[in-house]
Each structure stands twice: as structure tokens, then as C-alpha cells.
């Protein structure tokens, strides 16, 4: 799995090679998209966060995918422009990035009636009753929120 520091040598590396010096690249802390291009700024990030649940080539295809935005310019958007270049430039993913939802926890938040909360991989089957409530003798049901980390993208 990727590293906050290779993330940002590999960001270096390859905004140097394809955009140029008054480009530069950073880390976030986004938790729904792995990758953004700031057009304005000239600059592209990557969350720290994410990038943790993937593999280094698939962090490289990320920034790739960013660095055609930034080739391509904000008008191009995912469209014929920016997927030429994209594809130029090796990148080999469509639109969006999808993140193999087995490899993130947590990403359904469960909360019950008291305030408690429970974090579990896959949405639970059927209903579940908080714990914490049952040892002090309250029946509360936990209701889900799908904190939505299996889809993630763009940019
Ligand atoms: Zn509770
Ligand atoms: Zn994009």
C-alpha cells in the first residue's frame, strides 16, 4: 500500500515530467476522492487517507488521471480532450477511480438512539441492537449510514 512519502515523490516525479515547474503537488485529507486537480492553484493533491488502501501503481494512475486534467484544462472535463490525454500519458481508468470496497473499513457508521456508534465493514444483515445499550438494559436498534468510501474518484 502506498505511503504519504512515496505518494509525494511519485506526485514530484511526475508532475515534473509531464506539467512543469509552476505546478506542484500535495496531500489531503479528503475520505471521498482520492485525487484533485486545483486548477487555479496549479496544483494536485492526493488524500493521505486513501491513498493508504492502495497499491503504488494505483496511486500512479491517479496522478496520472489528475495530471491529464491539468494538461487538459477545466473546460475538458472527463471528456474527449481530457481522455486523449489521459490516455497519453498511460492512464488506463475511466472517469472515476473505484477503491475495492473490501479493502476499506468502516465504511458503514452505525449509530443508536443514545449516541453510540458502530463501525462495521459490510452493511450488517437485518436488524442489530446496540451493544453498548443492551449491558445497561436499553433495547436501542442501530440505524446505518454508508459513509459511501467504495466509490471514489476524480477530480
Ligand atoms: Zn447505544
Ligand atoms: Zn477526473
Redesign the pocket.
Known amino acids: 500500500m502506498a505511503t504519504a512519502e512515496w505518494t509525494l515523490a511519485a506526485g514530484e516525479r511526475l508532475i515534473a515530467r509531464h506539467l512543469g515547474g509552476d505546478w506542484s503537488f500535495g496531500l489531503d485529507h479528503a475520505r471521498t476522492r482520492v485525487g484533485c486537480c486545483h486548477y487555479a492553484a496549479r496544483r494536485i493533491t492526493c488524500s493521505t487517507y486513501l491513498v493508504a488502501y492502495l497499491a503504488d501503481d494505483e496511486v500512479e494512475q491517479i496522478i496520472l488521471h489528475e495530471v491529464a486534467h491539468g494538461l487538459a484544462g477545466p473546460a475538458a472535463g472527463h471528456g474527449g480532450r481530457w481522455r486523449a490525454q489521459a490516455r497519453a500519458l498511460g492512464y488506463t481508468g475511466g472517469a472515476t477511480i473505484e477503491v475495492p470496497e473490501a479493502r476499506l473499513s468502516a465504511r458503514w457508521r452505525g449509530t443508536?438512539g443514545?449516541g453510540?456508534e458502530i463501525l462495521r465493514h459490510r452493511r450488517p444483515p437485518g436488524r442489530v441492537y446496540?451493544g453498548?445499550?443492551a449491558k445497561a438494559g436499553a433495547r436501542?436498534p442501530v440505524t446505518w449510514q454508508d459513509r459511501g468510501l467504495g466509490l471514489l474518484a476524480r477530480g
Open positions: 443508536c443514545a453510540h446496540c453498548a445499550c436501542r
